[in-house]
């Protein structure tokens, strides 16, 4: 007779689930029946729009440094990743104690409530929130509590602070938000930190800052509070998804402390060369973003065509609202789309569709009109 793991795992296991990430397209070829050679021949033909990557790549001087930096895998990396830091505290104007590097934001987000919250405390995120807060909540063993949002799926603040109490460790805020794509103002924001003990400590997860950078103030010095830990990625604008590079700033001793719970050599020697020069390449990666904003607002513009548009966005994505969407994501599927179900987020009747090059913009919107009933 077979042991039985699970029970034999720390508690918080049997409430844990894996993330789901976006269908690779490799994936959904080998799930539609293609034979392995089929799958090498379609690939090309296959658009992604799942995951919210840049559909552009990453910039001319990170595939350069990239090779470089293939030379020397052999030596570890960095443990540090002293001149990525060097870099990102010359751009933020802070100090490099002031950083902490992770393997994509994902590591820094766990990580930082790992080291806050455990057995007893609370987390607070809304309900339709990054769905990495829940689960990283659930492995710390700590309890996670979901707020509703707005209509529009804008954080409800006052919610927010309104389930605040004793146990409270961790507090944590998209924006834009993943997967709904709203947005705060740098001044509800500070309205909301203002409000909060300055012990707890809030994760404001800017992963798709670059989108709304003529939008906002920038956060790092426009906002404050003391347990304020502002989180950053170069997966998304900046096309390193595949790289896993992301960073939080904040106060050094609160990081000091995170820092205990890291591991050694995080982030690794391609990717940190990659980031580094990615951060030369600023107007190559803004031009991206101009023009992912303009497909953005064609493909919201021909989903409200159609009386689809579940609410507009200020990400690199947008909400495609239809009640038989699972059925739909298979059609589409079949027509060599691939886009992301949100009922894992609580909204089984919305599909969340990245914004691609405008080749696969329009054959996403040529497959719809293909499977829309």
């Not at 029970?7 to 799930?31: C, N």
């Not at 906002?223 to 106060?251: E, I, Q």
Request: hydrophobic fraction near 45%.
């Amino acid at each position: 007779m077979g042991i039985d793991w699970l029970k034999q795992a720390v508690a918080q296991s049997e409430k844990l689930h894996p993330y789901i990430p976006g269908k690779p397209i490799a994936q959904m070829l080998r799930e539609l029946g293609l034979s392995e050679q089929e799958v090498i021949n379609q690939v090309a033909s296959t658009v992604k729009l799942a995951s919210n990557e840049n559909p552009y790549g990453a910039p001319p001087k990170a595939l350069k440094a990239i090779k470089q930096a293939a030379c020397e895998v052999h030596r570890y990396p960095d443990g540090d990743c002293f001149e990525l830091k060097q870099a990102l505290a010359e751009k933020h104007d802070i100090d490099q104690e002031n950083l902490l590097l992770g393997n994509g934001s994902n590591e820094v987000l766990e990580l930082i409530i790992r080291t806050f919250a455990g057995a007893g405390d609370e987390v607070i995120y809304s309900q339709r929130g990054f769905i990495v807060y829940a689960l990283a909540t659930t492995a710390a063993g700590a309890k996670g509590v979901a707020v509703p949002e707005h209509d529009g799926f804008i954080h409800n603040l006052d919610a927010m602070l309104a389930a605040v109490n004793e146990h409270t460790k961790v507090v944590c805020i998209a924006n834009p938000n993943n997967p709904t794509g709203a947005l705060l103002s740098t001044q509800a924001l500070q309205s909301f930190l203002h409000k909060l003990p300055p012990h707890i400590v809030v994760i404001l997860d800017e992963a798709y800052v670059e989108y709304v950078e003529d939008m906002l103030e920038d956060s790092i010095h426009a906002l404050n509070h003391a347990g304020l830990v502002v989180s950053r990625t170069f997966s998304k604008a900046y096309g390193l998804a595949g790289l896993r590079v992301g960073y939080a700033v904040a106060d050094k001793d609160l990081l000091a402390v995170v820092n205990r719970f890291r591991e050694p050599f995080n982030v690794n020697s391609m990717a940190q060369a990659a980031a580094l020069a990615a951060l030369d390449e600023h107007d190559w990666v803004m031009d991206k973003v101009a023009q992912c904003k303009a497909e953005r607002v064609r493909l919201e513009q021909a989903l409200s065509d159609l009386g689809c548009l579940a609410a507009p966005s200020f990400a690199n994505f947008v909400l495609f609202q239809h009640q038989d969407s699972l059925s739909l994501v298979k059609k589409l599927e079949q027509e060599g789309v691939i886009v992301r179900p949100l009922a894992p987020y609580g909204m089984p009747d919305i599909l969340r569709v990245s914004v691609g090059k405008v080749a696969e913009n329009d054959a996403f919107l040529m497959a719809l009109s293909k499977v829309l009933p």
